[in-house]
């Protein structure tokens, strides 16, 4: 009994703590509608965006290019990431507590991609946050690992803040040759095409 009661206690702290952070990002992305502000609408997307949850954060960056300096993007896109992986590392720590995700969580740590991983952790999470490389599994080991809070924050900020700072240039560039309705398309395209391959995935994983 108690320990039932100790697991619904945990659940709802995890629920609690998320849905803080989800109401916040909410109020924010409101406020920023009263007054008219793009630069705290892109904060409250991007607390949301930095998370494991997914958001067409790319398309985003290209839609507001002309409206905020490429510096003023890639910096501000690079911190509120950096911040969001902060909050989602002792989120997901907290959940992987529960059963089977606890022992997901100790096989995922013995795993040979983890323990390559460790040898140049900074390095990993630089890269792939700034490439097209999947950036999950490498936040996921920093999760598992409890990677130095300081170490993950700058290489996320490093990683994000470049590559945003980068699409924010190419996004400038496309609105000289009107072509930025098209590379939305295709951005949101591809976009909505990952998330379904991820979800057929799971789906032929759960059958």
């Known amino acids: 009994m108690s320990k039932s009661i100790e697991v619904s206690s945990k659940t709802k702290k995890v629920f609690i703590k998320g849905g803080i952070y989800v109401s916040v990002c909410v109020v924010l992305y409101l406020f920023s509608l009263v007054i008219d502000s793009t630069i705290v609408e892109y904060i409250s997307l991007m607390l949301l965006a930095g998370t494991f949850l997914p958001m067409p954060a790319d398309t985003y960056v290209l839609f507001i290019s ?65 490439s097209f490389f999947p950036h999950e599994p490498f936040r996921l080991v ?26 924010a240039i190419f996004g400038d560039e496309i609105r000289k040759y009107d072509m930025l309705g098209l590379v939305l398309f295709l951005s949101l395209l591809g976009f909505f095409w990952g998330v379904f391959k991820m979800a057929r995935k799971k789906s032929n994983e759960d059958s």
């Open 66 to 130: 002309g409206d905020i300096d490429p510096i003023v993007i890639g910096v501000v896109g690079g911190i509120v990431n950096a911040v969001a992986i902060i909050f989602e590392k002792y989120w997901l720590k907290d959940v992987m507590k529960f059963g089977a995700l606890e022992k997901f969580s100790v096989f995922f740590s013995n795993s040979k991609f983890t323990k390559y991983m460790n040898k140049g952790m900074f390095l990993s999470l630089l890269i792939s946050g700034f």
């Open 142 to 167: 920093a999760v598992v690992k409890n990677y130095n809070d300081f170490k993950y924050f700058m290489a996320t900020f490093l990683g994000r803040g470049f590559r945003y700072y980068l699409l």
